[in-house]
């Protein structure tokens, strides 16, 4: 029962690894529609001042992807290397 929990986990933590790595690029909103959203507008702002607030937007929003990625990885590892230790052992 206890190897059947740490595969379970294992494959849990297969899953958020894997949206993590999903999540850490790509699809990006527009800062113009993050403004809208907070009932701001973009009219006065640079095009370099409305990517600083789009990457400041982002990283708080997402964290810092690559770190939780690897968290995630290393967890599923070492679930699954248990997993399997406890099946084979």
């Known amino acids: 029962m206890f190897t059947i929990f740490l595969l379970a986990l294992s494959a849990v933590f297969a899953w958020l690894a894997a ?5 850490r690029g790509g699809s990006r909103l527009p800062s113009a529609q993050l403004l809208k959203l907070r009932g701001q507008t973009a ?7 409305q990517r600083k607030r789009q990457d400041y937007d ?7 992807t690559n770190a939780m990625f690897l968290v995630f990885a290393v967890l599923c590892i070492g679930f699954l290397a248990a997993g399997l230790h406890q099946l084979l052992g």
Do not use: P, Y
């Open 19 to 23: 949206d993590a790595w999903r999540l």
């Open 43 to 49: 009219d006065h702002l640079s095009l370099e001042e």
């Open 58 to 64: 982002e990283k708080k929003l997402t964290g810092n």
